[in-house]
């Protein structure tokens, strides 16, 4: 994002516990003191005859056939019995039982057998029992009474099925008190499978009309509501995802089957531009829920087809010229039925595209490492389409002959191989798209989405150009995008403020005379004003059609600092009721870690979207589809936070990779790499304690289903995660190595957004302390192994500084290395290879000129000429672009990249810190059974470390070529210096043999 916000710091409680009163038995009070999910309240033991050390054990015979059973058993530190050992009783159905006596003991272990050669003994280990009731089921020990019946009802009585779909216990108790009564002896009394998912049991209440109740697997896990137990009724209760359901329907009876067909979408529209249509729609509903859509497109030579949506929008492409095609949705429920047709919506095309759709490259984006470039800010290819703005004076910009847009796609086009000369293969450019603002180069003031902003193309050096540009040379574009927000004067073609505005004696130099016929691009320069920068369009005397601003056009009693009368209704703002609440929020943010943060303006020229409403999302699938469909490679996502999560997971992020596979196929749509700003600006793993506001948060799926309506969905989501907190978040192996070894990860979970590493960025004053602030949160991110990590960008510094980097050559080179070797996807902001404006503020705004901040004009550092015959290898150079490629933090880069490329477990590796002593060391493993890779490297950076319990065999360091054999399993590296590493690769031979030393010695690795 383009401006700076500043976190708050919120302080919640959440709801106090009771500590658990004792339980009389052994077990129970083991399991209730001693363990944290223990339930809440009193468990009073019921009456027992038994010896204070005989235990019981039930075995399930569920999956046997024997005849007969036998327990062969042994008290701890006593004989066992007579081989095959005691008969076992018949207890109740699926079940036989023994009561034994442990004397002095209150341990025993067993097996049981047929009497006939046939054994169950725990896999060669024994069962290791104690005292009380025990089960043995499918090889799990647990504890309840499997044939506890429940008596004849007396009184009232209440059954409750319990959701076992997302947990895996072999055994499900039930543990219980009546209101005013006593609870059972936990762990309490164990429940029968009820039907798929479902388990069931059916109490006496007695006189009592309430109940409360917790739940275990009988070994210390419980589900106690969080220490709050479930309240529950008479008659029938479900408990599912921790909610408790009085008076519910039987999750297990029969279903009647669904007939009923959804409802007609209605308001079909189709606007043409080109040879491509975008199909808009409202939802249909349905009393189970629509599953999708059929869109119906006719017309044209090819006949009639018939296209499969998820979403409530479509973007049809590659259609004929000057052809009329009419369109009508039809939309599906689960049970397979089917809508009427909506009715038809019609859209003439236009002439071709001069320019053809490209495709994006695809493979791995762990493969790539990003330069990140303000494309109005690098280089300048084409000075005609330079614009300086109503600010290009004030802020001084004018005086240093730098227009704010000034750097182009032609630019960009012209210097791809000074970036592929550094070793970077992926592009991330700033939005694209139509701006409108005062000061809108850096294309986070969104206006016209569907059109590319005249300011950055040229003839011959369109945005397709660019991106065909960069496929050809095999490097990939990430284009920045913006969901959350619009300018302040709203999105083109969604809504579109018009303010009061008077051409009287004072604000004649203002608002510019309207111009029928002329409209804005931000390039074109209206004939009467002289401006590019023209807002006739913008500003009327009388009252708009429709308009829900107060007090339109009175003066408001204020004066401007010249004097002017101020009149309401003059300036576009999020409380005066200038813009619709369906399309737009209306509120300021004001807690920064609440739940307005995600549904209020962040700053006056960033008008925050509803993004919960149907008629916004359509608009932004719409646009962005265009930009898949012109063949990027990825989404870089601003504001990712300032979105609920559910709204990213129902509608934006499924519809990137449906329209993706539509275009491209599933392949690329796995590829397809989007990543998100979360912005969090402190040092904990969860910012401030807020689940909602934390970058790793957005990497997971939904765990629950919430309302239809998504503003409702948006709440619901937002104060269940918050109140499960931190402690309750989904984890992760997919980062980390099994000891040695490469496991294939569980993506299962993945929401579709991977993120950038801010917890890194923020401590990246001190290599060591991003390296271990990293670390610390790779548990709970889905796979950290593509996080996007960067020392800084064109919002901040480490440390939320206002300033680009001034750590020093040394330490820039130290976090180089970390970033390179270290899981995740090295990252670099324009011209940090030559610490280019360090220490300077990054943004400060229209106060000062662009040249003396950290977004200033980068092209005098690459004027000349430049060809880059790999990655990481440059040819040929000549004038300013080569001194540049001769700067020490170039060669750095360049040979990081060229180790990195030879090493695959440095680009798409697991990583382990066990068994290594050292700051910065970790091994890293990558292996791909289906091409054969396997690659393991140890890596130390900066300083010495020792690798112990890794295989044996052949090490060699990429950096010096230095081999060690290793024969018992340790490798000592000795510390390289700041900035420097060692990176030793076991030789596995034949492909996967080690490169031995990549590339030529430079000032830091050496």
């Not at 290791?128 to 008596?151: R, Y």
């Not at 040695?740 to 290599?767: C, E, L, Q, V």
């Not at 390296?771 to 610390?776: F, L, P, T």
């Not at 000129?849 to 004027?863: H, P």
């Amino acid at each position: 994002m383009s401006r700076s916000l500043f976190l708050r710091r919120s302080t919640r409680r959440g709801p106090r516990s009771n500590p658990a009163v004792a339980v009389l038995s052994l077990i129970a009070a083991l399991v209730v003191t001693l363990l944290p999910g223990a339930p809440l309240g009193t468990s009073t033991a019921r009456a027992a005859d038994a010896a204070a050390n005989t235990a019981t054990v039930y075995y399930s015979t569920t999956s046997t056939n024997w005849s007969t059973y036998k327990l062969h058993w042994a008290p701890s530190g006593g004989s066992w019995t007579t081989v095959p050992g005691v008969t076992m009783d018949a207890a109740c159905t699926g079940w036989v039982k023994k009561t034994v006596d442990l004397g002095t003991a209150t341990t025993w272990q067993a097996t049981f057998n047929n009497g006939n050669g046939t054994w169950d003994n725990n896999g060669g280990r024994n069962y290791q029992l104690g005292t009380g009731l025990i089960t043995v089921k499918d090889g799990v020990v647990a504890h309840s009474d499997p044939c506890a019946d429940t008596p004849p009802a007396e009184g009232n009585s209440a059954t409750v099925y319990y959701d076992t779909t997302t947990i895996n216990w072999p055994v499900t108790n039930l543990h219980w008190a009546p209101t005013g009564g006593s609870w059972t002896t936990a762990p309490g009394v164990g429940m029968e499978a009820a039907c798929t998912g479902w388990v069931k049991r059916t109490v006496d209440l007695g006189a009592a009309t309430t109940w409360q109740a917790t739940f275990n697997n009988g070994n210390g896990t419980w589900d106690n509501n969080k220490g709050a137990n479930y309240q529950l009724g008479q008659g029938l209760n479900t408990v599912k995802g921790g909610t408790a359901t009085k008076s519910a329907k039987d999750p297990c009876a029969a279903t009647a089957p669904d007939t009923t067909a959804p409802s007609a979408p209605k308001n079909v529209k189709a606007t043409a531009t080109g040879t491509a249509t975008v199909l808009t729609w409202d939802a249909a509903t349905d009393d189970t829920g629509v599953t999708g859509y059929q869109v119906t497109r006719t017309g044209g030579t090819k006949g009639a087809a018939v296209i499969p949506v998820t979403s409530t929008v479509y973007s049809d492409t590659g259609l004929e010229e000057k052809t009329t095609y009419t369109y009508t949705v039809k939309a599906l429920d689960a049970a397979g039925n089917t809508s009427t047709a909506s009715a038809e919506a019609r859209a003439t095309t236009g002439e071709k595209p001069a320019q053809t759709t490209g495709t994006p490259l695809g493979g791995d984006p762990r493969k790539d490492p990003v330069y990140f470039v303000l494309t109005a800010r690098f280089y300048d290819g084409d000075s005609s389409n330079n614009r300086g703005g109503s600010q290009h004076k004030k802020t001084g910009n004018e005086a240093n002959n730098d227009p704010m847009f000034r750097g182009d796609f032609k630019g960009l086009v012209d210097k791809l191989d000074y970036i592929k000369g550094l070793g970077m293969s992926a592009v991330w450019i700033t939005p694209v798209v139509l701006n409108r603002s005062d000061y809108d180069y850096h294309g986070y003031h969104g206006y016209d989405f569907y059109k590319v902003d005249p300011r950055l193309e040229s003839a011959g050096a369109s945005y397709q150009d660019l991106i065909d540009a960069a496929h050809a040379k095999g490097m990939k574009i990430y284009q920045d995008v913006v969901y959350n927000h619009s300018s302040r004067w709203g999105a083109k073609g969604l809504f579109t403020p018009t303010v009061y505005g008077v051409r009287d004696s004072q604000w004649s130099w203002y608002y510019d005379q309207k111009q029928d016929g002329f409209e804005y691009d931000g390039l074109t320069v209206e004939p009467v004003s002289g401006k590019s920068y023209y807002n006739g369009d913008m500003w009327s005397t009388a009252e708009p059609t429709g308009n829900t601003c107060l007090n339109w056009g009175r003066p408001t009693g204020a004066k401007s600092p010249e004097g002017y009368t101020i009149y309401n209704c003059q300036w576009p703002n999020p409380t005066s009721g200038m813009f619709p609440k369906a399309l737009y929020h209306n509120c300021w943010i004001g807690n920064w870690e609440g739940e307005d943060s995600r549904s209020c303006w962040l700053h006056e020229d960033l008008a925050d979207f509803n993004t919960e409403n149907t008629q916004v999302q359509n608009y932004l699938i719409g646009a962005y589809n265009k930009y898949i469909d012109m063949g990027v490679d990825g989404f870089r996502v601003d504001t990712a936070v300032h979105i609920p999560r559910v709204t990213w997971n129902r509608r934006f992020l499924p519809a990137i990779e449906e329209r993706v596979t539509q275009r491209f196929g599933a392949a690329k749509a796995k590829d397809f790499f989007v990543f998100g700003e979360v912005a969090a600006f402190v040092n904990d793993k969860w910012n401030r304690g807020s689940v909602n506001h934390s970058a790793q948060f957005y990497t997971w799926k939904e765990r629950k289903e919430y309302a239809a309506d998504d503003a409702l969905a948006a709440l619901e989501q937002y104060d269940y995660e918050e109140q499960l907190g931190t402690g309750n978040q989904p984890t992760s192996t997919n980062a980390f190595l099994d000891g040695n070894t490469y496991h294939a990860p569980d993506h299962s979970k993945f929401s579709g957004m991977n993120i950038i590493d801010m917890r890194m960025h923020m401590n990246f004053g001190d290599a060591s302390n991003a390296y271990n602030n990293g670390k610390d949160s790779d548990d709970s991110t889905n796979d950290a192994t593509y996080n996007v990590v960067y020392v800084d960008s064109h919002d901040y510094g480490p440390n939320k500084s206002s300033e680009r980097y001034a750590g020093g050559t040394d330490a820039w080179a130290e976090n180089m290395s970390l970033m390179w070797t270290f899981r995740g996807i090295p990252t670099l902001y324009y011209g940090s290879e030559t610490e280019f404006q360090k220490g300077q503020k990054i943004d400060c705004g229209t106060t000062c000129a662009l040249a003396t901040t950290g977004r200033a004009y980068y092209g005098d550092k690459v004027e000349g000429s430049v060809t880059a015959s790999d990655f990481g290898t440059v040819s040929s150079a000549s004038g300013a672009v080569a001194t540049t490629l001769q700067q020490p933090l170039v060669k750095h880069v360049q040979r990081l990249n060229q180790i990195r490329r030879a090493v695959p477990a440095l680009q798409m590796g697991q990583y382990s810190t066990a068994d290594i002593s050292g700051n910065m060391a970790y091994k890293r493993r990558y292996t791909d059974a289906a091409t054969g890779v396997d690659s393991f490297a140890l890596v130390n950076v900066t300083d010495g470390a020792t690798f112990r319990n890794i295989p044996n065999g052949t090490y060699k360091d990429a950096v010096t070529g230095d081999t060690r054999t290793v024969t018992d399993g340790t490798l000592t590296a000795a510390a390289p210096g700041k900035g420097n590493l060692r990176v030793y690769v076991l030789d596995l031979g034949g492909k996967n043999a080690a490169p031995g030393k990549v590339g030529t010695a430079g000032p830091y690795l050496k």
